[in-house]
């Protein structure tokens, strides 16, 4: 949005004025920083780059140079509104890693896409401001190339756990965050301070120790961003950790002590729907594709697609232990993907007896073209 005139510095009643117009437009918490890092966030930054920590996500190092500084994306920016809506969970996430038989997905992933929810909001706000303040403005969420954790950490929203995710000592670990970037020179709030002291139950509780480090994250590591990141195989290494997380981990966010003061989620639309409440991995391996697509529409879980979906779901039908799921899995020998191929395989592996894994293998093995379901059947990989 382009303002024909610069007004001058926003009054106090204007920025309270902004605050309530940002709650009333469904964000929980607003406050307001300077739009600029310090030089040891971008160095930081940088040096998950140096060390290739991104994995498949190569739109990280593409836009490396403008992700490492606000005005870097805007060079006329001044002044960042940092918005955040909660999606606390209703129930302790943890508990649904006990369900073998179901699939879980990750808190934020379970309601309607946050991203479409919060740019309508976002952008109702920064119109209100533009024609108020005469200030340009733009908004971002997390899609753009913008540090909005740190960000947010020096407006005052909370600061960036040892598990690299913002806490707030009002929501825990449960916000998502928007960004409006704007000409504005607004008052600034009081940055957050560090509350993390000697804990480190974050660190602790990952399956897969994707923290070489507090304050660190190597996403190769992730079970995030192995089941919705990963383009690829997922290693073995990684298959059993990963239990029967289907799209996503809440883990180090699930055991924050700051948690204790979180609420639930006032936005229904966050809600876990019917069908993304951890479901049965005996209804997802009966979904094909168009089911997949009907069934997540609308969620995060689309994002994605179909063949990784299914991989990530077939993981943790092998780490099940359901012997009854066996039929299920076997229809995937014969998919178009090498992913879901090689991945029914391993399942297979983990729930069959030798005997019966060894005849299945002599019907199928021969007639596999891909090297690396080739591969898995030929895995002594029997628990």
């Not at 836009?63 to 209703?90: C, F, Q, V």
Request: charged share 25%; with cysteine; hydrophobic share 40%.
């Amino acid at each position: 949005m382009t303002a024909a005139r610069q007004n001058p510095k926003p009054t106090m009643d204007l920025i309270e004025k902004l605050k309530a117009q940002a709650r009333a437009a469904g964000f929980d918490v607003v406050r307001i920083g300077p739009a600029d890092v310090t030089p040891e966030t971008t160095a930081h930054f940088q040096y998950f780059i140096d060390e290739k920590r991104y994995g498949d996500m190569m739109w990280m190092q593409e836009h490396a140079k403008r992700r490492s500084h606000p005005t870097n994306m805007w060079g006329d920016a001044k002044s960042a509104i940092l918005l955040g809506m909660n999606y606390g969970p209703d129930t302790d996430p943890m508990i649904s890693l006990e369900e073998n038989e179901r699939g879980v997905i990750s808190c934020y992933a379970r309601g309607k896409d946050y991203h479409t929810i919060i740019k309508k909001a976002l952008k109702n706000v920064a119109g209100w401001f533009h024609r108020e303040s005469g200030a340009e403005v733009k908004v971002f969420v997390d899609t753009a190339p913008l540090l909005e954790k740190p960000l947010a950490q020096k407006a005052g929203l909370g600061w960036q756990g040892k598990h690299t995710n913002l806490v707030s000592r009002d929501f825990g670990s449960w916000l998502f965050l928007g960004v409006i970037l704007t000409t504005a020179d607004l008052a600034d709030d009081e940055p957050g301070d560090d509350h993390c002291g000697s804990c480190q139950n974050c660190l602790d509780i990952c399956p897969t120790n994707a923290f070489p480090k507090p304050y660190e994250l190597d996403a190769r590591r992730c079970i995030s961003y192995l089941t919705i990141e990963h383009q690829g195989h997922i290693e073995e290494e990684f298959r059993r950790p990963m239990g029967n997380r289907i799209f996503g981990c809440d883990d180090c966010l699930a055991v924050c002590p700051w948690n204790k003061y979180a609420a639930a989620a006032r936005e229904q639309r966050f809600k876990a729907r019917p069908e993304t409440d951890n479901p049965p991995l005996a209804e997802l391996l009966q979904l094909d594709e168009m089911a997949f697509k009907d069934r997540f529409k609308g969620t995060p879980v689309k994002r994605a697609g179909f063949d990784r979906f299914i991989r990530n779901v077939l993981i943790a039908a092998g780490n099940s232990g359901d012997k009854n799921l066996i039929p299920l899995i076997e229809q995937f020998l014969n998919a178009p993907s090498e992913l879901i191929r090689a991945m029914a395989v391993w399942a297979l592996a983990q729930l069959l007896t030798s005997a019966a894994f060894n005849k299945m293998r002599q019907q199928f093995e021969q007639s596999e073209k891909d090297a690396y379901v080739t591969a898995e059947w030929q895995r002594e990989t029997h628990p």
